[in-house]
Protein backbone atom coordinates (compact mmCIF):
# COMPACT_ATOMS: atom_id res chain seq x y z
CA UNK A 1 0.00 0.00 0.00
CA UNK A 2 1.32 3.31 -1.19
CA UNK A 3 1.06 6.09 1.66
CA UNK A 4 2.41 9.56 1.36
CA UNK A 5 2.52 11.62 4.85
CA UNK A 6 3.65 15.27 4.20
CA UNK A 7 4.09 17.26 8.14
CA UNK A 8 5.69 20.19 8.82
CA UNK A 9 2.42 22.97 8.42
CA UNK A 10 1.45 25.73 10.48
CA UNK A 11 0.95 28.87 11.39
CA UNK A 12 3.65 31.67 10.75
CA UNK A 13 4.19 35.16 10.20
CA UNK A 14 5.13 36.61 6.94
CA UNK A 15 8.34 36.78 6.32
CA UNK A 16 8.96 33.74 8.29
CA UNK A 17 9.91 29.87 7.46
CA UNK A 18 8.72 26.65 7.57
CA UNK A 19 10.18 23.32 5.82
CA UNK A 20 7.63 20.59 5.17
CA UNK A 21 8.46 16.66 4.44
CA UNK A 22 6.79 13.88 2.98
CA UNK A 23 7.64 10.35 3.95
CA UNK A 24 6.71 8.06 0.84
CA UNK A 25 6.39 4.07 1.80
CA UNK A 26 5.18 1.58 -0.43
CA UNK A 27 6.79 2.99 -3.44
CA UNK A 28 11.16 3.89 -4.13
CA UNK A 29 10.79 7.10 -4.26
CA UNK A 30 13.80 7.69 -6.23
CA UNK A 31 12.47 6.52 -9.37
CA UNK A 32 9.55 8.36 -8.97
CA UNK A 33 9.02 12.54 -10.03
CA UNK A 34 8.37 14.06 -6.89
CA UNK A 35 6.53 17.32 -6.25
CA UNK A 36 4.60 19.83 -3.83
CA UNK A 37 1.11 21.15 -4.67
CA UNK A 38 -0.84 23.66 -2.88
CA UNK A 39 -4.48 24.66 -2.83
CA UNK A 40 -6.13 27.21 -1.35
CA UNK A 41 -9.55 28.00 -0.02
CA UNK A 42 -11.67 28.46 -2.95
CA UNK A 43 -9.21 27.84 -5.45
CA UNK A 44 -7.70 24.88 -7.70
CA UNK A 45 -4.36 23.17 -6.71
CA UNK A 46 -1.19 24.77 -8.57
CA UNK A 47 2.13 23.44 -8.80
CA UNK A 48 4.61 24.48 -6.50
CA UNK A 49 7.58 22.23 -7.56
CA UNK A 50 8.67 19.72 -8.97
CA UNK A 51 12.03 16.95 -8.68
CA UNK A 52 12.10 14.57 -11.26
CA UNK A 53 13.42 11.02 -11.00
CA UNK A 54 16.65 12.54 -13.10
CA UNK A 55 16.82 15.06 -10.78
CA UNK A 56 15.38 18.30 -13.25
CA UNK A 57 13.47 20.89 -10.53
CA UNK A 58 11.16 23.04 -11.32
CA UNK A 59 9.13 25.97 -9.54
CA UNK A 60 6.09 27.81 -9.90
CA UNK A 61 7.31 31.45 -10.71
CA UNK A 62 5.25 32.52 -7.11
CA UNK A 63 7.61 30.47 -5.33
CA UNK A 64 10.90 30.82 -7.17
CA UNK A 65 14.02 32.26 -5.22
CA UNK A 66 11.75 31.70 -1.97
CA UNK A 67 11.16 28.15 -1.72
CA UNK A 68 13.88 24.91 -2.39
CA UNK A 69 12.36 21.62 -3.37
CA UNK A 70 14.82 19.03 -2.35
CA UNK A 71 14.80 14.98 -1.80
CA UNK A 72 16.43 12.01 0.70
CA UNK A 73 16.56 9.45 -1.40
CA UNK A 74 17.40 7.23 1.24
CA UNK A 75 15.02 8.15 3.45
CA UNK A 76 12.32 7.81 0.62
CA UNK A 77 11.43 11.77 1.75
CA UNK A 78 11.03 14.99 -0.19
CA UNK A 79 11.34 18.36 1.37
CA UNK A 80 9.90 21.96 0.72
CA UNK A 81 11.95 24.51 2.00
CA UNK A 82 9.67 27.59 2.17
CA UNK A 83 11.21 31.23 3.21
CA UNK A 84 10.11 34.85 2.70
CA UNK A 85 6.47 33.17 3.34
CA UNK A 86 3.93 35.60 2.54
CA UNK A 87 0.06 35.57 3.51
CA UNK A 88 -0.81 34.15 -0.39
CA UNK A 89 1.11 31.66 0.78
CA UNK A 90 -1.27 29.99 3.00
CA UNK A 91 -2.81 26.67 1.63
CA UNK A 92 -3.27 22.85 2.13
CA UNK A 93 0.27 21.67 0.86
CA UNK A 94 0.08 18.08 -0.29
CA UNK A 95 2.78 15.74 -1.52
CA UNK A 96 2.82 13.93 -4.99
CA UNK A 97 4.24 11.01 -6.15
CA UNK A 98 3.94 10.34 -10.32
CA UNK A 99 6.01 7.88 -12.62
CA UNK A 100 4.30 7.39 -16.27
CA UNK A 101 0.15 7.10 -15.68
CA UNK A 102 0.31 6.46 -12.09
CA UNK A 103 0.51 9.07 -9.39
CA UNK A 104 -0.05 9.14 -5.49
CA UNK A 105 -1.22 11.89 -3.09
CA UNK A 106 -0.55 12.51 0.23
CA UNK A 107 -3.96 13.89 2.67
CA UNK A 108 -1.81 17.11 2.87
CA UNK A 109 -0.64 19.48 5.64
CA UNK A 110 -1.95 22.97 6.22
CA UNK A 111 0.50 26.05 6.16
CA UNK A 112 -1.56 29.24 7.31
CA UNK A 113 0.89 32.75 7.34
CA UNK A 114 -0.62 35.53 9.36
CA UNK A 115 0.41 38.22 11.74
Known amino acids: QVQLVESGGGLVQPGGSLRLSCVASGIISSIYNMGWYRQAPGKQRELVATSASGGRINYADSVNGRFTISRDNYKNTVYLQMNSLKPEDTADYYC?????????WGKGTLVTVSS
Open 96 to 104: NAARGTVGY
